[in-house]
């Protein structure tokens, strides 16, 4: 079942213009991939990225985990039954970004993080896939480091052929 459109006004301050079958706000429906403008993963970090705003608070997620270092929620255009976003709560353009500013602690709260939220949606033994984009050639388009989690049912092959 998809979004639930509803004109939500007070919402569409930060784009979001319907609620989804959760009753969680929603941005509207994904434009088409060759609409989507991928960033520059050397550009200095932009705190006004959705990332960013969730962090805040400003917009809402549906939250699967959170500690010290690491935010993840359910993806709002799953590409696979179980599409999970996990973001470092430092501000960090990209995986480089991160593996070359962040300290050792939020690395390894990160990537421990990551293999937390995979234990716990029970991923490990059907097995999952892990993606971070990093710039214009992998269209990231948030320059906020993500990974996503994409587990559920068989993926198929790794990259388009």
């Known amino acids: 079942m998809g979004p639930i459109p509803v004109a939500i006004p007070a919402l569409s301050n930060f784009g979001l213009t319907h609620l989804g ?3 969680h706000a929603m941005a509207d429906p994904p434009q ?13 970090y932009d705190d006004s990225n959705i990332f960013a705003r969730i962090l805040r608070g400003e917009i809402p997620c549906s939250k699967v985990y959170e500690d010290e ?5 359910h993806d709002i255009n799953p590409q696979a039954p179980t599409h999970i976003l996990v973001i470092p709560k430092g501000a960090y353009v990209s995986w480089d970004d991160f593996s070359e500013r962040a300290s050792e602690t939020e690395i390894a709260g990160f990537v421990r993080a990551i293999g937390r939220i995979a234990r716990d949606q029970g991923l490990v033994a059907p097995g999952y896939r892990l993606l971070a984009n990093v710039g214009q050639n992998s269209g990231q388009e948030v320059p906020h480091l993500h990974v996503h989690i994409f587990g559920g049912r068989g993926l198929g092959p790794m990259l388009a052929r």
């Open 21 to 23: 079958t959760t009753g």
């Open 32 to 44: 088409p991939e060759s609409a989507a403008m991928p960033i520059d993963a050397t550009s200095p």
């Open 69 to 73: 270092q690491a935010l993840a929620f």
